[in-house]
């Protein structure tokens, strides 16, 4: 099946810093989305971008579906974006599949 | 518009009771799933159905099943709980737009 790897594993950052998260996978796909999930375990959808850029406030996403990786920019960070961001995605009807995540500490 | 709701929210069950998780969703979308996630993980998809009456195995159906009886619900069933399906539990429903996930139910088995 599909395989999704993100990067880095752990982000530490002070408030107010920029980062950029990384999710490379290993076929092509149809469907691929950026969740956030808060310190509650809330999954919060934050982008469905399977190609192309896309910016929602401070957030912004790109995906390169030839090159089978999507990036996501956090642009000054702020203790509220703390939590685990994931990369998932599918391609067809098959199942959306899930990367580890990156789990991000943002330091007042 | 509530989107896609489980209940319950929080469960402690004793090794080998028998339970039933409840999804609900109100866009009308086909596609349902569960999934379960563990410290450190990300998400597992237990089960999925791709319409009213349909079920099929995910990644980790062992111990687990499944009935989508109505288009709106997805059920998820524990017959003999064991520890090791202490776990948090997500269900979610797929549209032209993506995944919708639910709040999660936090299960312990004790």
């Known amino acids: 099946g599909i395989q999704v790897e993100q990067s880095p594993p752990d982000l530490i950052l002070q408030e107010g810093a920029n980062s950029t998260l990384r999710c490379n996978f290993s076929?092509?796909?149809?469907?691929l989305q950026w969740f956030h999930q808060n310190p509650w375990g809330q999954l919060i959808n934050l982008f469905y971008i399977p190609s192309g850029t896309k910016q929602n406030g401070r957030l912004s996403a790109t995906t390169v579906a030839t090159e089978r990786y999507s990036l996501l920019y956090i642009s000054s960070s702020q203790t509220t974006d703390s939590g685990v961001y994931f990369c998932a995605l599918n391609s067809g009807n098959t199942p959306l599949v899930f990367g580890k995540g990156t789990r991000l500490s943002v330091i007042a | 518009n509530a989107g896609v709701t489980q209940t319950p929210k929080f469960r402690v069950l004793k090794t080998g009771q028998s339970m039933t998780l409840l999804c609900a969703q109100d866009?009308?979308?086909?596609?349902m799933y569960w999934y379960r996630q563990d410290p450190g993980m990300g998400l597992r998809l237990i089960h999925y159905?791709?319409?009213?009456?349909?079920?099929a195995k995910g990644e980790v159906p062992d111990g687990y099943n499944v009935s989508r009886l109505k288009k709106q619900n997805f059920l998820l069933g524990l017959e003999s709980a064991a520890p090791s399906q202490t776990s948090v539990y997500f269900c979610?429903?797929?549209?032209?737009?993506?995944?919708?996930f639910g709040s999660g139910t936090r299960l312990t088995v004790v």
């Open positions: 159905s791709v319409g009213e009456g349909t079920t």
């Open positions: 076929d092509s796909v149809n469907n």
């Open positions: 866009m009308n979308h086909e596609y």
């Open positions: 979610a429903s797929r549209g032209g737009r993506g995944y919708t």
